[in-house]
């Protein structure tokens, strides 16, 4: 969190996007992607990702180099704890699609995010070579999709830009002459081409060249990409320079093609052309006479599931040609002799020696495999030839030998079985050590990881603080009844006086199937006792004068002299103040995390520039504080801070920057207890670059003149990514702000203001800010509607479907035989009905009666769920909005499915719903692992008999 906060405050300044927590009492639901819109679902209590600021310039000149910054907040209710990334793409309109351009590759951003929490990001990105004209940019969270929302429609915040068109001192790529063969056996060929620069100004840095399989002439997205040429010297304006490869056609065509060579085709240079990159060669290509056949392949009768296993094979070349590609063989285990998706991965075996394999050539390959932790019984072991189909045959069918094999349970259980550590000890170096036995009769082969935690009790959860961790990589494995120590030192975090636990735990996350996963935590009892490290700023300098506005050069000194280290990281910060005491009237200058240990009696000095804000002259203080946020257990608190006096000159007026706002943005109406998008523009109307970064503020006023003490801030955004501004530019910020429920109805005034804390030195003060009026206003309660509808807990399985959820809008009446669910083939299915009121909101909970029922789940099949809007009602007697159109009546109607070992739910049970099944299989309720929606009796076990055979008989099944 430390880390993160630092972040926000150097990227954005303190207070940078300031979101207010609200609920979200209206969930849309979203449709799940692969099955036609047939499963409408919501989550009832997820992460709800939002663009909630963005900051770019006005206009984008094309061949230029922009910089733009952009802040997400999460919304919903739940942490987002996926990995996500963002994205910047250039759009004609404000909806993402893929007409649109990506401007930034996605950008990785945190792994945790907590409700109300937000980051900042920003890049420099290339402008597009595309028309003049209007644009907008479009910042988009989460642009893979990775992180599950309860609304999906809210990631993508728009930017109006304007793009000035290419220069025409621009370069010009063409390809002016290409040679390749006209007909060709599918392989390797040679191509030979020119590149020619006729435009204006040189190529400075690198390119690729690209070359396509295409069906016509002319390139689209849809033409096969066969390679592509790296160029890393300049070219010259007129220049032309001629190259020569090698391109290993793609194995899966034959017929007649153009091969497509597409000067600079990932779009690396600004052209004042970029239509006349293309140049077209016809060629025929014929498969091989090429035939890769497995003949002979071995393997053990008897392997143990997850153990190793020799094996070996054969292949050879029957065809009357070489096999020149470079291919992979793959193994696989299957529960019959065929190949499909459904078969379980093993290992693959890159062949790149000997190739090219000529007519009649073998070669064959012996080792050692690591096979599936699947339930006990009988298998196939499958070896694949050319797997990935890199080489063109003749015959693809005839790639694939089995060999039966039965696979018997392995016997590995890791437990710590011994664990040492200091019995007190300081926050900081200790020496810890662990053994991890292997209690099985059969060795461990695979990669696990230990993790050490400190934690307040003997059972591990969230809230412990992680200590260290050590890797086993399985080589050698760990035999049966063997023991691997590990000894290091460790560095206790400084948490507060007391008795503690460290816990020990191998194979947290459980990458090695055990026979018992619910003894691998020891926990050895430790005291932590008061760090005796001693932090104190024992120099400081600074200048005596300063201007205004202007900048200051300063330095400190930091030194522990306590006896021990200060090993937690902490932040010094530099404030400006009135007098010598620190308080939150006082204004930041510089911000400096200190990540290492500071050994006793040892000290660092840190320097760095600040920019002084443009305050009234006078008699101010700097006040240099380490550990400012106390996260360095200490036996001195007090002499953190030292003071140096600064007498401050009045600013220059005389600057011939001038921040002005204009086209401010605003609803002419709102409602309190909500958040509004606005906007504005701000230029630089002077007659110089910007020279500071500055923060622009949002205030809700009674009148237009701005009262920073009686006025309401409702947020602040750092523009740091927009300075220097050069005179004449503009940039525009897009946020939204938070309303505060509450606020009186009445008419407002939105106040914008740039260099709200007069960082950067103007000439003028008197156009920095800009006003709009907003009316805030009660609004009469709408109808009731169906916010969210569940299938059990909102979980993607469709293994077992045991209830249903459904939250109201509001507190809602529910009469009798109010909801109705129907099977496809007409079956009525009982319902039996249970409700209660949340935060404000009716939820409905309906699980099922009567025939239909299996193990306590719906049969398999399709079903329809209707909401009857005249049988639910709000206190008024509005019915409800069945159908969303913001008028009473109208039904609400939901559709779900349900199939047996669809682990995933996305309609069918494959491969992945097996190895679903395979990490629960044995398991009861209770143990780590235990999936609930695998048990087809509801008997509380996943055991091999019933379970498994009621999960094969699914196997490879589609719901029609």
Known sequence: MLIRERYKTERWGRDSVRPVRRSRPHRPTRWRPGLEGLEQYTLLSAANLVVSAAVAPTVLHTSETFQVSWGVTNRGTEAADANWSDAVYLSKDVSLDGADTLLDSPRPAWTTLAPGESYSQDAALPAPAADSGDYYLLFVADSGGDQAESDEGDNVRAVPVNLVGASSSLPDLIVTDATAPSSAVIGNINVSWTVKNQGTADVAGYWYDSFYLS?????????????????????????????????????????????????DGVNYVSESDETNNVRAVPITLSVPNVDLVVTAADAPATAKAGGPAAVSWTVKNQGTDAASASWTDGVYLSADDKYDSFDSYVSSFYVYNPSPLDPGASYSRNPTITLPAVPAGSYYILFLADSGHNQAETVETNN????????????????????????TAKPGPVEISWTVKNQGTDPVAGYWTDYVYLSRDQTYDSSDRYVTSSSHYGNPPLGAGESSTVTLTANLPGLAPGDYYLLFIADQYSNVSETDEINNTRAVPITLTASSADLAVTAADAPATARAGGPVDISWTIENRGPDAATSGWVDA?????????????????????????????SKTYSTSATLPTVAAGQYYLLFITDVGSNQAETDEINNLRVVPITIEAADTSSPVDLAVANASAPASASPGQYVSVSWVVTNVGTDSSDATWMDAVYLSSDATLDTATDTLLATIATASQSPLPDGRSYIVSMDIFLPAGTAAGDYHLLFVTNSGEDQAESSRANNLADRMITLATTAAPAPTLSSFTVNDGEAQRSMVTHLTLMFSGVVTIDSDAFRLVREDGTVVGLVESSQVVDGQTVVTLTFDGAGIVGGSLADGRYTLTAFADRIHDATGQSLDGDGDGTPAGDHIDHLF???????GDGDVDNKDYFAFRTTAGKQSGDKGFLWFLDSNGDGIVDLATDYAAFKTQNRKTLA
């Open 898 to 904: 349900r199939l047996f070992g669809d682990a995933d």
């Open 400 to 423: 694939i030998r089995a060999v039966p094999i039965t696979l018997t349970p392995l016997d590995v259980d890791l437990e710590v079985t011994a664990a040492t550590a200091p019995a």
């Open 574 to 602: 530099v404030y400006l103040s009135t007098d010598q005491t620190h308080n939150f009237s006082d204004q930041y200058l510089a911000v400096w995390f200190v990540s290492s240990p500071l050994a006793a009696d040892a």
């Open 215 to 263: 069906t016509n002439s002319t390139y689209d997205p849809s033409d096969t990409l066969a390679t592509t040429y790296y160029h890393s010297s300049s070219l010259a304006a007129g220049a032309s320079q001629s190259f020569t490869t090698g391109i290993n056609l793609p194995s899966d065509l034959a017929s007649s093609y153009y091969l497509l060579i597409v000067a």
